[in-house]
């Protein structure tokens, strides 16, 4: 498994979003507002929002009114269904995918030790993922950058 750029922006979006959610309850927030609070290239990240709208994590609205909310609970979103809506599977090799899954060339499939070792950092990364939800990620974020602003203040 790789995170791509697309991956990344769309994690930096969603806790962006989730943000203004917390902030202003039933809320929308406007594409050009995440672009310039997360600095991601307003463009791509249309793009980026759009595939979260289509896979149930966004809901959105057109118009001067417009723009993007989360379309649950953040406790209810968690890492791994964003990062397979970008980029596809978590297993690093095809054949120990549990949602693409490939027959691997080896002669004995059960035995072979490259799947074997596989399947054991696709089954940690899926553990971590899939149980790491976008409010838990907010909050880790929010106290992050509120000891990062009061360190701020108190130095002279």
């Known amino acids: 498994m790789r995170l791509s750029k697309k991956g990344e922006y769309a ?6 979003i ?3 959610a917390h902030l202003r309850p039933n809320s929308l927030i406007q594409i050009s507002t995440v672009a310039e609070r997360t600095n991601i290239p307003e463009k791509f990240l249309e793009q980026i929002l759009l595939a979260l709208r289509n896979g149930g994590v966004l809901k959105s ?4 009114e417009g723009g993007y909310a ?5 406790e209810e ?3 791994g269904e964003v990062v397979r809506l970008l980029d596809g599977p ?3 090799i095809p054949c120990v995918s549990a949602t693409a899954y490939e027959p691997c060339t080896c002669p004995d499939e059960e035995s072979c030790g490259l799947r074997i070792a596989m399947k054991q950092v696709r089954d940690a990364i899926c553990a971590i ?3 790491y939800k976008l409010d838990r990620l907010i909050s880790e974020v929010q106290k992050r950058r509120a000891s990062k602003t009061t360190a701020w203040q108190f130095d002279i």
């Open 77 to 79: 979103i968690n890492l």
């Open 61 to 64: 609205r057109r118009g001067v």
């Open 18 to 20: 989730g943000f203004e």
């Open 11 to 16: 994690v930096r979006a969603l806790v962006e």
């Open 90 to 92: 978590l297993a690093p």
């Open 129 to 131: 993922l899939d149980n």
């Open 70 to 74: 989360l379309a649950k609970p953040p």
